[in-house]
């Protein structure tokens, strides 16, 4: 009878075991336990992971031997990875230890530089001792002759490791999915990077218009045709998704305003740097080191009053700033000294919306404020001055001597100005109720959703050219410092024309809990001690007890 107990159970877990893989073979679930559901899969990840049909490999150069916060960016990127293939074998992915087959560590780090993936030089306290190491924070996502790098480490000025690496494992999700989509997805939508009216040059702008490429066809148009034949030139603007106006110098005609309202009202999206004051900071390199802000009149104040804002002839000047960079000496005794430079204002995000979530300091130069006006749309403020900002009205001299004065800090009193503003929602046309400057077929007074980005600043999307070849938009070449500038407007970018709902994983917040370096230093001989000690003593206590309960068993 027992013996027969005995082959029942056996056989019941037999049949146990086969249900259990039977019903895991058929029915996938993983179970995220993490609080903030760090390892959970936004729907439009998990839309872009479906659509991967063909093997996808993603090469992650984050490892090594290399300090503890970094080593947990690693683990974290191994387990953001594992979700990814696990919804799809398609997607694999390995780890490469750049250094491994390398004694040269510099000229490694010089290769993957010229590759676009500059490693990061890290100075980290472990164990009370100060260390430097030299990591590659990216990975390369490879679909057939399809590259596409994938950068895991965030740039945040004056942030902790710890906050660097909090900061980067916020937005892995976001980055992974990023790069899927580009090597799934052919590029759809057009964008149409406007000329004529006096906008940056191309070398200026060169290094994001590379970048959208990416995403986006990219194709110039200009608004001449307006003046002879203002319908063709509107129906060829329909044609793109979205417009770039990029610091536009020159006045805009009634007759492109109209063209540039009814783009605008059958739902053609807008991005606008514009300015309504003329400064530059190479107008102050003569031997006075002055020039004067001027009024900048683009006619466009009833077309963006129209729409709900206004563009004020003011300066910005904020105390919270990025420095001017300016030359001392002569010859091989010049130097280049970063000096305070208020009209530089580093702007600060007053909400967490996907464009702006977790980006770093953008920075403005000669920004202008910008009104919000009571209508319909909806209105984001997505860039803002801090809240030591005064504003200066123009005409005004600006000088180089500022640098040499300490600022009077009671006079910034005016807190936070907008600086760069998001309209959504459904526009009322300019020209309603208005004599139209010409007549076209099908004219609309109210358009269907949209979007449109005002930011109160040209330079925003201006890069520097250093010996004829654009530098990385957002970069500081004396400084080394690298603002938010590119990755704020390819957010911007990317949030007007995305419809999966992808942008929006970059506002997940994630919390990662690190432990505390100076007491781990600290503390770091008590507790190898208490982890030597006490599982002998345990141990010790086990060993007495069971001898003693033996014995006492026993001698009964």
């Keep these: ?326 030359a001392s000496g002569q010859g091989n005794n010049t130097r280049f000294n970063p000096y305070p430079w208020f009209y530089s204002p580093l702007t600060t995000s007053p909400n967490d919306h996907p464009i702006i979530n977790n980006i770093e300091a953008v920075k403005f130069e000669y920004a202008n404020q910008i009104d919000t006006l009571q209508n319909k749309l909806d209105k984001i403020i997505l860039l803002s001055s801090s809240p030591q900002t005064k504003l200066e009205g123009t005409p005004r001299q600006i000088s180089l001597e500022m640098v040499s004065r300490e600022p009077d800090l009671a006079s910034y009193k005016d807190g936070e100005q907008p600086l760069a503003v998001l309209l959504e929602g459904e526009f009322t046309s300019v020209y309603k109720n208005r004599i139209k400057p010409f007549r076209i077929d099908n004219s609309l007074d109210e358009s269907e959703s949209t979007k449109m980005l005002v930011i109160a600043d040209g330079d925003v999307i201006k890069n520097d050219v250093q010996r004829g070849e654009p530098l990385e938009l957002g970069f500081e070449r004396y400084t080394g410092n690298t603002y938010g500038n590119k990755e704020f407007l390819l957010n911007a970018v990317n949030y007007m024309l995305d419809d999966t709902g992808l942008i929006d994983i970059r506002s997940k917040e994630v919390n990662i809990p690190f432990l505390d370096d100076q007491k781990t230093a600290n503390e770091r001989e008590k507790w190898q001690g208490i982890n030597i000690i006490l599982p002998l003593i345990l141990l010790g206590l086990f060993a007495f007890g069971f001898n003693y309960f033996r014995k006492r068993k026993y001698l009964k």
């Design 1 to 326: 009878m027992k013996q027969q107990n005995t082959y029942k159970a056996v056989f019941l877990l037999f049949i146990g075991i086969i249900a259990i893989n039977l019903l895991a073979a058929n029915f996938f679930e993983r179970i995220d336990l993490t609080q903030d559901k760090r390892y959970t899969l936004s729907p439009a990840a998990l839309e872009i992971v479906e659509d991967a049909n063909s093997p996808i490999v993603i090469e992650v150069f984050l490892e090594g031997n290399f300090p503890s916060q970094f080593r947990r960016l690693r683990n974290e990127t191994r387990q953001m990875l594992e979700e990814f293939s696990a919804y799809n074998t398609n997607i694999k992915f390995i780890f490469t230890d750049p250094l491994a087959k390398s004694n040269d560590a510099e000229a490694t780090g010089t290769d993957f530089y010229e590759r676009g993936m500059p490693p990061a030089r890290i100075s980290v306290q472990e164990n009370g001792k100060s260390s430097e190491a030299l990591i590659f924070p990216w990975a390369l996502a490879r679909l057939g002759d399809k590259k596409v790098q994938i950068p895991l480490l965030k740039n945040k000025l004056g942030a902790t490791d710890e906050e660097l690496v909090t900061s980067s494992v916020q937005q892995l999700e976001y980055a992974i999915a990023n790069a899927l989509s580009k090597l799934i997805y052919p590029r759809e939508k057009k964008i149409a990077v406007m000329r004529g009216n006096g906008e940056l040059p191309e070398a200026q702008i060169a290094d994001f218009i590379k970048t959208l490429q990416e995403y986006y066809f990219m194709a110039p148009f200009t608004l001449d045709s307006a003046a002879v034949n203002p319908q063709k030139t509107l129906q060829q603007l329909k044609e793109y998704d979205l417009i770039l106006e990029a610091k536009p110098t020159k006045a805009f005609t009634e007759n492109e305003k109209y063209v540039l309202d009814q783009y605008t009202m059958n739902g053609g999206k807008s991005l606008w740097l514009t300015e309504a004051v003329a400064m530059e900071t190479d107008s102050l390199l003569n031997p006075t080191g002055r020039a004067f802000a001027l009024p900048r009149d683009l006619n466009l104040g009833d077309f963006f009053f129209s729409y709900g804002i206004r563009v004020n002839p003011v300066l910005v000047n904020d105390i919270y700033s990025a420095p001017i960079i300016l």
